[in-house]
């Protein structure tokens, strides 16, 4: 399992609403940082890119994704002491794979909000 709520739902206190609020944010948020990211590291703008993965990382925590966090917090290391620009792509790669599947089992946690 790539999320975990448990976070969330202390957050949440049985909102329903709240908690679709907050998945909504992360599916409207997750592809601009993607390709916030993915652009910077095509610029060579590797500051900014280690910026944008420290600022998907807090939005990664309230859902518990351990893995995606742990990625993004290794390529904005990696961007601190200016890694290969191919390892950087590399870790870059892997973080977009696991967001891009995590994405629509969000959605499925949103449309159960509605249920």
Not at 37 to 60: D, P
Not at 70 to 82: Q, W
Not at 85 to 95: A, G, K
């Amino acid at each position: 399992m790539l999320y975990d709520l448990t976070e969330l739902k202390s957050y949440s206190n049985g909102d329903k609403e709240f908690e679709a609020d907050m998945f909504q944010t992360f599916l409207d948020q997750a592809p601009e940082f993607l390709s916030q990211i993915q652009t910077y590291l095509a610029q060579n703008n590797i500051s900014e890119a280690g910026k944008s993965a420290h600022k998907f990382k807090s939005s990664v925590g309230i859902f518990g994704m351990e893995t995606i966090r742990k990625g993004l917090e290794e390529l904005e290391n990696s961007c601190r002491i200016t890694a290969e620009y191919d390892h950087l792509q590399e870790l870059f790669s892997d973080v977009r794979t696991l967001v891009n599947e995590v994405i629509p089992q969000i959605e499925r946690e949103r449309q159960r909000c509605f249920a």
